[in-house]
Every structure is written in structure tokens, then in C-alpha cells.
């Protein structure tokens, strides 16, 4: 297949009612920023993919916004706000495993306290988010901080 594909006829493929078609168009998407495309790019075809009925869509799409965890933080963290509340728990874990995790990696200083804001105002669903994320780089050496917010809060 020619690189790269044109990103309407992805999103095409991203928007098919059939589970084949949107997974080989997150496949594509995956070896374009491996083979040196932008993430941000691609960031408004797999977003709607994140809230896919298909499981391996979700995931897969996922991965492709995690891409862009370096580079466009801003978009994860949108990411993380709108599906890292949901009451899926598999959502949930591919939240925190694929974005949130390294989001703190790479940005602790910036959005760890927009997430402990957001915990602190009540979110429960955001806490055990945070508390499926395993420390790595700039989080590491503050992961006690962490801990200490995902603790339940008192009633």
C-alpha cells in the first residue's frame, strides 16, 4: 500500500460500520506515525474510535492517540477527561495504561495537579484510573503523591 494514505479516505475507513474496516484504518494510522507521520494528525480520526463498541477499536485507537502524548499533550489530556471517567472499567484501564500513565511520564508537573484537582473535586472514576497507572520517568520519583491520591477520600 502506498504512505501515506490520504486522511479522508482513513477517516472513511475510521467511520465504516464494519469492525474489519476501522481496524485497518487504525493499523494504517499506526504504521504512518511509525514510519514517521505526525500523531496530531490522525488524532481527530481515532478519537471517535476510543468510544467504539468494539473493544480492539477502542484500544487500538487508544494507542494511536497515546502517539501524541509528547507531542500534543493538551489532546491526551482532553482524552483522559472525557473517557477516563467512564463506569467501563476495561475503558478505564486502557485509559490509564495507554495515556494517562505516560502522560505523568512526560508531563507530571503540568497535569498532575489538574488531575489532583479533578479527583479532589469528586471524581471517583478518575481516581481508579489513576490508581491502574504504573510510575515511569518524570512520575517516578513523585509516585508517593500518587499513591496518596488514589487513596478513597473519607466520607
Partial sequence: MPFPHD???LAKMAGSGQDLQRLQAL???R???AAGGRPEHYLPIACPLIGDTNNDCRWQALIV???S???NPAAVWDVICQHGESPDEDLRTGVATVLLEHLLEYHFDEYFPLLKE???AG???LRDTLRRCWA???AEPRWQEVIELTRPSAP
Fill in 27 to 29: 493499523r494504517m494510522m
Fill in 136 to 138: 515511569f520517568g518524570q
Fill in 123 to 125: 471524581s471517583g472514576m
Fill in 69 to 71: 502524548v509528547e507531542s
Fill in 31 to 33: 504504521e504512518e506515525i
Fill in 118 to 120: 479533578r479527583i479532589e
Fill in 65 to 67: 492517540v497515546g502517539e
Fill in 7 to 9: 486522511l479522508k479516505d
